[in-house]
């Protein structure tokens, strides 16, 4: 028996030391060692980890780095994998790993250790309290509080520690505890004898506030400790620590509310430590980060501090101007990544986040005046910072900037001429982002001036342009002497790079660079030349984009030919030839160059296309150690399937493969009866490809050429078109219910309603629709599933605004799938009208749900949309649904979001256009609604215009279809007073249809007394022009000319009309008259 024993000790030994070793190769440098060490480990039973990895963890004579990767292991296995091991230790394994880790941490020296030691402890805490917020381990929470009780601060650290990471730890206790908390969290807050007692307890109290985000009346309770933390976010930062100050950061986001009660002294101390310059710049932002999250998340409480905001923006401003002076800066290609954490980029970004929380007029007047001493002063970084803020204050102070934009448009412009090339860099950029923020007023009104004052500074670098494209066109030809390859793909990249951008002012370079790039596509035939010669093909096929058709044609038959001569050559290439994707890319240029003379080169390019878009990828299931000897330059890409295998596949044929089909897309959209001969073979190669899920644009090219396809099988005939249908119909339906990408999807979702209006009525036989009806029913039901879900997540404990910023994106692709899902029934009821009402109304209670009150407003406006089409598209049948969408439409006019009332008026106006005589009395009780919104005070912002446009012409609408549902004499002359429409093309020119119905018919109340009216329906007209709504092709041009033609036989008429119209009118009229 003794021998035995002896015998069993020496093998727990033996087994002890081999786990030592096993933890040494896992941190050894060979990552063949790691691996092996790795599959070991993994292999290793849960019980066995666990006592090895806490006898490591305790052992003080083990190596530090040994011990540390325990710690990790352990830490690992006690969280990620706690459910799989720690219920199936025996019972006294699991009394002993509690045990021996409270001993553990008591008992360590080592501070580093110690804190991982705790990290495990939390971890486990945090597993041993059950969904009923029961504590399975009370011996710990015991050890906790007796240690903040004890005089070792070292067990203070150690409680703290613990609970900063797990502060949930009294579990469902808590409530009663509460003092408790309180108490001990104050008794270390204010202790001033440990600097990092008070840092750790700050913490650990800021952790205790965000878990408990939802108990208001904790906050209250808890504010007396506000002051402690706000001292140790002061002292902490001083000693290079800026660990509270992030906590103050994720109260003033999450729980903005706590610090209400110290509000002014949370924004003064901010305020102190932005401004402070001897801190570093994170910590400088991060201050800045409080202030400006609490004007997002605390806006009415912020704004009763203005006085702190105006003392702020200097601040910020002064932040702005903190610039390298980087000779270089001029010759870089992008933003260096220390940029992006540079005190001028953040602070930049603060003004732009603090205008659009506070708005306006807070934040305008207090950095106006400040931005224009900028732009005074005689250093190039203060006019610099001055440009920038004007460029990030246009969103928030849209409103209050729009009266006087002439006037900062024209200081902005000034500054083009700048002698420091970033300040006229900072102009550029200003310009395009007031383009982008006060669109599109900002283009009618400045173009002209915006564009001349750019054309000016491009003249003054006249001279150093030419002498730049004199020195490269020199460097070419030495280049092509001498060979240097790199630098020549470089140069014609680069000439691609700038013909693409300058487009047509390109002409006057053109004759000088064509013949050199000419010269490298003869020359450069090298198999080490290929790159060179695919990138120089694309530089010409760029070249001749933006030169255009009369420049180009004069060499459009040599490089024709040169292309051709490369294009015999694909067929002897191998698949992965650099020349293939340029070559593909640079024929579809050539089409959008020669039109239908590119028809004739189709038959020679095609083949080679078709062959590439056919390509098999390459694959390959290799050991992982073959992984390991692969070149990351090789182009392969590998998961690992475990039993030391992984998959690869070669990404660089994948390109090429995704490229070719994009370009037959391309062919038959561009070239339709060019392409027909080639619609078979295409969409025998593509309707495959909606199943290749090893490229997602392979599958988004296959989806969006089928009704192109289908566009060029019709001219071969009704049968011929069928047939094709037929072979696309089932697998265009099944990969709408199994594409698992959300972007691919809505391709597929979106051509399949395309293809469906090509073909028409009957498209879809009986199997299909049930098919169909089954995938769109599930897609709806998905949507509400998966709201449910986000709000479930919205409740958790580790919910915070990375959460919510990832729901928000989910939430947005369910809504991008659900605007699909309203294109696909748009698609059906347009084309099979009332007889498509039986199949639909197995989705109608889903469809019903998406209009309910209490639903998301896209919900309501996309259920609206669908509601809007059956009213078009299936009346009069579509009032017996009237009751599930009457009230609906009707209260949603006066819905807070535009898209909302939008949805509804539209669908208001198609009821008296499409409804008949049942919907009379509804068109009765809208009318009321539609003024009430037409004559709003912001019915025209930019933000509203488009839903007020609906809602004129849906009383213009109600007006010409349902004239007994309203008072003519009484509505008509304020529908006259509220064109033109600006914004909505279609809605614009049904309003321009109607008038002309009325005019031609003389009615009084349009023309007015002794034709008062007509000065005015004329710049109707003219605005008509301007706007684009009026169009050559529509038939209410002609009739909107004769209009303005009679109106001219009467000259002293015609000088009256004149005379209120301006140049631009005038002008408009003239060109209407001309095309019509």
Request: proline fraction near 4%.
């Amino acid at each position: 028996m003794a021998a035995a024993g002896i015998a069993g000790v020496s093998a727990a030994v033996s087994e002890k030391q081999e786990f030592y070793q096993l933890l040494k190769n896992l941190i050894n440098p060979s990552c063949m060692v790691r691996r092996q060490a790795e599959e070991i480990y993994e292999n290793i039973p849960g019980l066995c980890k666990t006592t090895f990895l806490l006898d490591v963890v305790r052992n003080r004579r083990a190596g530090y780095e040994v011990r540390q990767m325990a710690a990790a292991l352990l830490r690992r296995l006690l969280s990620s994998g706690f459910e799989e091991v720690y219920p199936n230790l025996p019972s006294h394994v699991q009394r002993d790993v509690k045990i021996e880790l409270i001993l553990a941490v008591k008992l360590e020296t080592h501070a580093s250790m110690r804190k991982k030691l705790c990290d495990i402890f939390a971890v486990l805490a945090r597993n041993l309290i059950d969904d009923d917020g029961t504590n399975h381990w009370p011996e710990g929470l015991k050890f906790l509080i007796d240690s903040i009780h004890s005089k070792n601060v070292v067990l203070w650290e150690v409680a703290l520690h613990v609970f900063w990471h797990f502060p949930g730890i009294f579990g469902n206790q808590e409530q009663h505890d509460l003092d408790i908390i309180k108490r001990l969290l104050d008794q270390c807050i204010q202790d001033q004898e440990h600097p990092a007692i008070r840092t750790l307890s700050a913490r650990a109290a800021a952790a205790f506030v965000l878990a408990n985000e939802n108990n208001i009346a904790l906050f209250k309770d808890f504010a007396d400790l506000l002051p402690g933390i706000l001292q140790a976010v002061d002292d902490s930062c001083y000693q290079d620590d800026d660990s509270v100050l992030e906590s103050l950061v994720e109260i003033a986001d999450t729980v903005p509310k706590y610090l209400g009660p110290y509000l002014e002294e949370t924004l003064q101390l901010s305020l102190k430590l932005c401004g402070d310059s001897r801190l570093s710049n994170l910590q400088r932002q991060l201050a800045l980060e409080v202030i400006v999250t609490l004007s997002e998340t605390a806006t009415p409480m912020l704004k009763k501090h203005t006085n702190i905001i105006a003392q702020a923006v200097p601040h910020i401003l002064a932040m702005m101007v903190d610039l390298p002076d980087d000779e270089d800066w001029v010759n870089a290609d992008e933003m260096e990544e220390d940029d992006f954490d540079s005190n001028a980029v953040a602070a930049e970004s603060a003004l732009d986040r603090l205008a659009c929380g506070l708005g306006g007029k807070v934040v305008l007047p207090m950095t106006k005046e400040h931005v224009m001493q900028m732009l005074q002063s005689p250093d190039w970084k203060y006019r610099h910072a001055g440009l920038m803020a004007l460029s990030a204050i246009g969103e928030g102070c849209h409103q209050q900037m729009e009266s006087t934009l002439d006037e900062m448009v024209n200081s902005v412009l000034l500054f083009l001429q700048d002698p420091h090339p970033r300040v006229r860099a900072a102009a550029c950029t200003t310009l395009g982002q007031m383009a982008t923020d006060f669109a599109p007023s900002f283009q009618k009104k400045f173009h002209e001036t915006v564009i001349a004052a750019l054309l000016r500074t491009m003249e003054n670098q006249d001279n150093m342009m030419k002498n730049l494209h004199s020195i490269l066109v020199i460097k070419l030809q030495e280049l092509i002497r001498n060979g240097t390859k790199l630098a020549l793909e470089q140069l014609v990249t680069t000439i691609a790079s700038v013909a693409d951008t300058i487009e047509e002012k390109f002409v006057p370079y053109y004759d000088v660079f064509m013949p050199s790039l000419k010269h490298i596509v003869e020359l450069a035939v090298q198999k080490e030349l290929k790159l060179l010669r695919g990138k120089t093909i694309e530089c010409i096929s760029h070249v001749g984009l933006a030169v255009g058709k009369e420049k180009f044609m004069q060499d459009a038959s040599n490089v024709m030919q040169l292309l051709l001569k490369t294009q015999s050559d694909l067929n002897n290439m191998e698949d992965d030839d650099p020349q293939i994707s340029y070559m593909v890319s640079a024929w579809a240029r050539m089409c959008k160059i020669l039109g239908k003379d590119f028809q004739q080169y189709l038959s020679l390019v095609i083949e080679p296309l078709i062959k590439t878009a056919s390509a098999k990828p390459d694959v390959a299931l290799l050991d992982t150690q073959d992984v390991e000897n692969m070149n990351d330059d090789d182009g392969w890409q590998f998961v690992n399937l475990g039993d030391q295998q992984s998959f690869g596949i070669k990404t660089s044929g994948l390109e090429a493969k995704a490229t070719a089909c994009q370009m037959l897309v391309y062919y038959a959209k561009e070239l339709r009866e060019g392409f027909v001969e080639y619609t078979e073979q295409v969409v025998k190669l593509m309707v495959p490809l909606l199943k290749f899920y090893f490229h997602d644009n392979v599958r988004v090219a296959a989806a969006e050429a089928m009704p192109f396809l289908l566009e060029c099988a019709r001219i071969h005939g009704p049968g011929y078109l069928a047939q094709m249908w037929q072979f696309i119909c089932d697998p265009l339906i099944k990969a709408i219910g199994t594409e698992p990408d959300t972007d691919v999807l809505s391709e597929i979702m979106s051509s399949f309603a395309k293809s469906v209006e090509v073909i028409g009525d009957g498209c879809l036989n009986d199997e299909q629709l049930e098919e169909l009806g089954g995938i769109l029913k599930a897609k709806l039901e998905g949507h509400f599933k998966n709201q449910e879900l986000r709000q479930v997540k919205r409740q958790e404990e580790n919910y915070d605004q990375q959460v919510e910023m990832s729901l928000q994106d989910e939430d947005e692709c369910d809504v991008y799938i659900l605007t699909k899902v309203s294109d696909i029934l748009h698609s059906l009821f347009s084309t099979y009208k009332e007889k498509i009402l039986p199949w639909f109304e197995q989705l109608l209670p889903l469809i019903v749900n998406l209009i309910c009150s209490n639903r998301p407003w896209p919900d309501r406006q996309w259920g609206l949309c669908i509601f809007d089409d059956i009213i078009e598209h299936c009346s009069p049948t579509s009032f017996k649904y009237v009751e599930y969408f009457r009230w609906p439409m009707l209260l949603n006019m006066r819905d807070n979001n535009p898209e909302v009332r939008q949805a509804a008026a539209y669908g208001l106006g198609v009821m008296a256009q499409f409804g008949g005589d049942d919907y009379r009395s509804l068109c009765s009780e809208a009318i009321p609604l539609l003024v009430k919104v037409i004559k709003c005070a912001n019915s025209k912002t930019k933000k509203n215009v488009i839903a007020t446009e609906n809602c004129i012409s849906a009383v213009g609408k109600i007006l010409r279809f349902k004239p007994n549902c309203v008072n003519v004499d009484e509505v008509l002359p304020h529908w006259l007073s509220w064109l033109p429409l600006h914004e909505d093309k279609e809605e614009a020119i049904q309003t321009l249809s109607f008038l002309c119905d009325l005019i031609e018919s003389n009615h009084p109340l349009v023309l007015g007394p002794d034709n008062s009216n007509l000065p005015k329906i004329i710049s109707i007209i003219a605005e008509g022009k301007i706007n684009e709504t009026i169009n050559h092709e529509d038939p209410c041009a002609k009739r909107l000319a004769n209009v303005v033609r009679q109106v001219q036989i009467s000259e002293e008429l015609w000088l009256e009309c004149l005379s209120q119209l301006d140049d631009e009118q005038q002008v408009a009229l003239q060109e209407l008259l001309n095309f019509a």
